[in-house]
């Protein structure tokens, strides 16, 4: 007959061949595995502003903000069977006559669990607002929430919402 070598390479080929045609097929049911995150409508969220802690132009010029602020977040319906976890974070965005687009990362939060992708929290700025200039004074700035939604396999999903806004003070604090 065959040998203990033969049918142990040939065990081992089928499983092999069978762990790849399943990594395939959950790779491919993956494209039609939408998390509710393709719409951000399902995701609820707010963050408003309390407090404008500190607002100081630092000694190299730049102006730097640090804000206690409220968010109140729900993205339970980003999880699905394939969701390994949910990074979410609070981005400042704003313009200046230097750049049309400036976005800075404020907090952020990573979500584990399901029952965990519901809170509300008054946090600090994790990160200070701190612009190439002193450009901030007067600023309208834009809140805005992006998450991640990290698979077990497949495609990471993003998205954004836009929660609030707020002016920054005139003068410094």
């Given amino acids: 007959m065959h040998s203990f070598a033969y049918r142990l390479n040939t065990l081992l080929t089928f499983s092999l061949l069978l762990l790849a045609v399943l990594f395939g097929a959950a790779s491919f049911l993956d494209a039609f ?30 102006d730097e903000v640090s804000l206690t602020f409220n968010v109140s977040l729900d993205v339970q319906p ?4 394939n969701t390994k976890q949910v990074f979410v974070f609070l981005a400042a965005e704003y313009e200046t006559p230097k750049n049309a687009l400036n976005q800075i990362s404020l907090w952020d939060h990573i979500i584990l669990d399901k029952d965990q992708a519901k809170f509300q929290t008054k946090v600090t700025t994790k990160y200070p607002l701190i612009d190439q200039g002193s450009n901030l004074r007067g600023r309208k700035v834009d809140l805005i929430l992006h998450w991640h939604v990290m698979p077990k396999t ?15 003070p005139e003068a410094y604090t």
Avoid: Y
Wanted: hydrophobic share 40%; no cysteine.
């Fill in 33 to 62: 595995n939408s998390p509710l995150s393709a719409s951000s409508s399902h995701v609820q969220a707010s963050a408003q502003v309390l407090k404008v802690n500190r607002f100081r132009r630092q000694l190299n010029g730049a």
């Fill in 78 to 81: 980003l999880f699905t069977w």
């Fill in 154 to 168: 497949g495609r990471m999903i993003r998205d954004k919402l836009h929660l609030s806004d707020f002016h920054l």
